[in-house]
Nanobody, 122 residues
Framework: VQLVESGGDSVQAGGSLRLSCKAN?????MAWLRQVPGKAREGVAS????????WYADSVKRRFTISLDNDENTLKLKMNSLKPEDSALYYC???????????????????WGQGTQVTVSS
């Protein structure tokens, strides 16, 4: 499965962005993770392709919304009320099958996009 992200940009604090990730095949779990230099990659949000659930890191709850357009095989992340600490390289990731929830653990995911940069200035 190939994943291609888009939508990263530079915005001011309080602004909004929407990231997209186009997949060329079906996977059961998809997620957004982010990484800043010198830190481990961290999970932001994940979603079941069946529409059975979504999960968020505490730091982004009530600000970010993950969604999946199954017709277009496109994963999206709507980010509102952005903060400088949201600045990172955002990756789309996928796992082919699932036995329950889709975790936010980076080690779970097999397929990765190239990343799209989000920069939030204060």
């Amino acid at each position: 499965v190939q994943l291609v992200e888009s939508g990263g940009d530079s915005v001011q604090a309080g602004g909004s962005l929407r990231l997209s990730c186009k997949a060329n095949g079906y996977t059961s779990c998809m997620a957004w993770l982010r990484q800043v230099p010198g830190k481990a990659r961290e999970g932001v949000a994940s979603i079941l392709s069946t529409g059975g659930g979504s999960w968020y890191a505490d730091s982004v709850k009530r600000r970010f919304t993950i969604s999946l357009d199954n017709d277009e095989n496109t994963l999206k992340l709507k980010m509102n009320s952005l903060k400088p600490e949201d600045s990172a390289l955002y990756y789309c990731a996928a796992h082919p099958w699932v036995a329950g929830a889709c975790p936010l653990d980076k080690d779970y995911y097999d397929y990765w996009g190239q990343g799209t940069q989000v920069t939030v200035s204060s």
